[in-house]
């Protein structure tokens, strides 16, 4: 239960600041929306290719949503660096909080990020005339990426 | 519950022997360091910079593992048992490990959890702890708004949350203008006084070790080499300074001139500054000043000091501090 509390206040950490700033805030969502909105009106031909089933919007949309995970889940580990200069990352080192929750605290903020992120994403995919057969799937995809990209960040 | 204040009946607070830490490279910050902090004492580990202060803190609050040695904080070893070491400890680091994007109260919450402190009481000691580092006004201000000293008052508030029984001080003044270094003297000799907190100051300011310090241990190269209260250890170099300044004339001719009173001891010439050690200051001047008249050698000024730490951490680390820092 206290390791629990204590996860939660780390990544309450992180959400703080992401929170707190308005223009990265702004700069995290509308990337993927430019992605989408730019790369979808550009290779939109594509479709037309011979053996191309569906419309482009449909294919792009999975591979923003991964995008997104991946990059995300590499910058999760900026916010510890910025920790070590700052000596914050001693400070809580020093407690006897449990030391799982430094780095799940940090990747639950990371998850949490990326699943709004992607629920923006769908919605305006679906907007754009995307058709997504399972949407629940999809998140899970981009949720068990974001685990396995943040391990092969960690290694 | 998790506030710690477990008995302990040793008379130390901290106990360290043989420390041994090599970094990278060959650097060997820690040569066999040994520490002992009595319990309800304010204790100065003074050094210049590179010495081994810090690499000590790091060992004896869990940061790091010595190649070496062994230390006992607040009754408990830092290397088998170092969770219950850290619910006795606290904590002021060096660098600020306050987070700039939480307000102060948020810092001083967060803090609370780490050391399983919930609810309304965390709520209540926040807003006291807050209220008694005058804090309360900017209490939900964002910390990156606040001045230096605000920063480091929170710092402290932060590392004093739990009520620990060992406080750590590393180098607690380091870029405070005069004001804010006032108040934080103050506070620590407070803490000290009424609490009797054991607080182990690291510093390489030679009169806040003069001044807080009840103990002091000089370390240099990673050894303590020399140890005592400040003024055990300044009347151990057993009278005063003289130093002239000399107006012309040859300085080495000058100091081979006061080599030949009788009064003066360990003369040494820095660049226009003769130096030389007596045991009585006031006696000695009138014939150090005829020595250099004789060789025609005229003094601009004579100053008569009192030993200093300076002076202390000359002898025992055989430079001066200005030379180490």
């Known amino acids: 239960m206290t390791a629990l509390r204590q996860t939660w206040q780390v990544a309450l950490r992180y959400l703080r600041v992401i929170a707190r700033q308005p223009a990265f805030l702004f700069i995290a969502l509308v990337q993927p929306i430019i992605w989408l909105l730019l790369f979808g009106a550009l290779f939109k031909a594509v479709a037309q290719i011979r053996g191309f089933h569906g419309s482009y919007v449909d294919y792009l949309t999975p591979g923003v949503v991964v995008m997104l995970a991946v990059s995300s889940a590499g910058w999760t580990g900026m916010g510890f660096i910025e920790d070590m200069d700052r000596g914050v990352m001693d400070r809580m080192l020093v407690t006897p909080a449990w030391r799982g929750a430094f780095n799940l605290g940090s990747v639950a903020q990371c998850v949490l990020s990326v699943v709004i992120q992607t629920l923006l994403i769908i919605g ?9 057969a399972n949407v629940p799937v999809l998140i899970l995809v981009a949720v068990l990426m974001l685990r396995f990209a943040r391990k092969v960040e960690v290694s | 519950m998790y506030c710690a204040r477990t008995p302990f009946d040793s008379h130390n607070s901290i106990e360290a022997s043989g420390l041994v830490k090599t970094y990278p490279g060959d650097v060997r910050a820690l040569d066999g360091l040994d520490l002992e902090v009595e319990a309800g004492t304010v204790f100065g580990l003074l050094g210049p910079n590179g010495a081994g202060k810090s690499t000590t803190v790091r060992i004896l609050t869990t940061l790091s593992s010595p190649d070496a040695g062994s230390a006992r904080v607040a009754g408990h070893d830092v290397l088998a048992e170092p969770v219950r070491v850290r619910h006795a400890i606290g904590v002021v680091g060096q660098k600020h490990g306050v987070d700039f994007d939480a307000t102060g109260r948020e810092n001083l919450v967060v803090q609370g959890e780490f050391y399983g402190l919930t ?62 270094r006032a108040q934080m003297w103050a506070e620590i000799e407070r803490l000290a006084r009424e609490e009797g907190m054991t607080i182990l100051l690291t510093t390489h300011y030679l009169e806040e070790a003069d001044r807080l310090a009840s103990q002091l241990a000089i370390v240099d190269r990673g050894r303590i080499v020399a140890r005592g209260t400040p003024d055990a250890l300044k009347s151990e170099l057993h009278g005063d300074t003289i130093a002239v300044e000399l107006a012309n004339g040859d300085g080495p001719a000058a100091a081979a001139a006061l080599e030949r009173v009788p009064e003066a001891r360990e003369v040494a010439l820095e660049g226009r500054t003769l130096r030389a050690r007596a045991s009585n200051g006031g006696a000695a001047v009138p014939a150090v000043l005829a020595a250099l008249e004789a060789h025609g050698v005229r003094a601009a000024a004579v100053t008569l000091s009192r030993p200093s730490l300076d002076d202390v951490y000359l002898r025992y680390a055989g430079r001066t501090w200005e030379e180490a820092a």
Do not use: C, N, W
Not at chain 1, 124 to 132: D, K, Q, T
Not at chain 2, 126 to 152: C, H, I, N, P, W
């Open chain 2, 119 to 180: 609810g309304a009481a965390l709520r209540r000691r926040a807003a006291e702890s807050l209220e008694r580092f005058g804090l309360a006004d900017a209490a939900d201000r964002l910390v990156k708004t606040y001045s230096g000293g605000m920063q480091r008052r929170l710092d402290v508030a932060m590392g004093l949350l739990h009520r620990p029984q060992v406080l750590f001080l590393d180098e607690p003044t380091t870029g405070l203008d005069p004001e804010a």
């Open chain 1, 124 to 132: 305006l995919a679906v907007l754009l005339g995307a058709h997504i």
